[in-house]
């Protein structure tokens, strides 16, 4: 923090060279050819990248991945405000109304003396509260469609949970998720593609309701099972490059082996 900036400056600094780029006479092609939706998918991809950086504990890189982030929200108010549908400071101003509003024991004169847990209830009531203004009377309504979808089934078991449709505890949960598998090998054996699917799909939505019972962010727990399966795999790479081969180069027998070496070593050196 030695440089330390003015956090005012920069931003508008940013909203003006956003504001440059999408000039029509002096900007950049691309940036200006772009809307909300050919944007989107790049907000999206810039939050993973966030989560990624966090979860490497990548500090270094951080502020450059946070700063791409700011940008998506920065490209999108530049589009809003040419529009004339709003700017960067109603992002701004809407985001500071609804904290405020969300925490009255903070902002307020409602007691702060409350556990995290009567916190998180409070704060859903606040958000119920919102809904309704916005007529989602449905226990399910705005629950994003653009979310990964693992999120979104946490949130939607969550939702429903909140009206008491929920399983007890795990022990129900494993249950279905036999009465699921089982569902699936029918499928596979006696059933086309569409049915295959379907049942693959539900499985995958009582894993995820598994994960909520347990206190498991499924989108984290395979993220890191997608990294562990990386590191484990050039392990493989890597024994094998030390005899000028590659995977083409073995059989799964041998990777297997190396697969299960580098299990080994893992668990050797923590």
């Known amino acids: 923090m030695a440089d330390s900036k003015d956090a005012g400056t920069e931003i508008a600094r940013l909203i003006d060279i956003m504001a440059k780029l999408r ?28 989560a990624d950086a966090i979860d490497r504990a990548a500090w270094d890189e951080l502020p450059g991945e ?40 903070v902002f307020g004169d409602e007691n702060r003396d409350k556990s995290a847990e009567q916190q998180v209830k409070d704060w859903e009531a606040i958000k119920a509260t919102e809904r309704a203004g916005k007529a989602e009377r449905g226990t399910l309504d705005g629950v994003a469609l653009g979310l990964p979808a693992l999120t979104r089934a946490i949130k939607l078991q969550n939702r429903a949970a909140r009206v008491g449709f929920d399983w007890p ?20 054996d006696k059933l086309g593609p569409d049915a295959l699917e379907e049942e693959f799909g539900d499985l995958i939505f ?48 041998e990777m297997d082996r190396l697969w299960d070496q580098a299990k080994v070593m893992e668990k050797a050196s923590r």
């Open 23 to 50: 000039d029509p006479e002096t900007g950049c092609p691309w940036d200006i050819e772009q809307d909300f939706a050919s944007i989107a998918p790049y907000t999206i991809e810039e939050a993973h990248e966030v």
């Open 66 to 105: 946070l700063g791409d982030l700011l940008l998506q929200v920065v490209f999108h108010a530049q589009m809003a405000r040419e529009k004339g549908m709003f700017d960067f400071a109603d992002c701004a101003a809407a985001i500071s109304d609804k904290l405020i509003f969300r925490h009255p024991h």
């Open 169 to 188: 505890g795990a022990e129900q949960v494993l249950d279905k998720i036999a009465e699921e598998t089982a569902e699936l090998v029918e499928a596979r």
């Open 206 to 253: 009582v894993m995820a309701n598994l994960a909520r019972h347990l206190k498991i962010d499924p989108e984290q727990a395979l993220r890191r099972a997608n990294t562990k399966f990386t590191r484990r795999f050039q392990a493989i790479e890597a024994a094998l490059a030390a005899d000028d081969r590659r995977p083409e180069d073995s059989d799964l027998a």
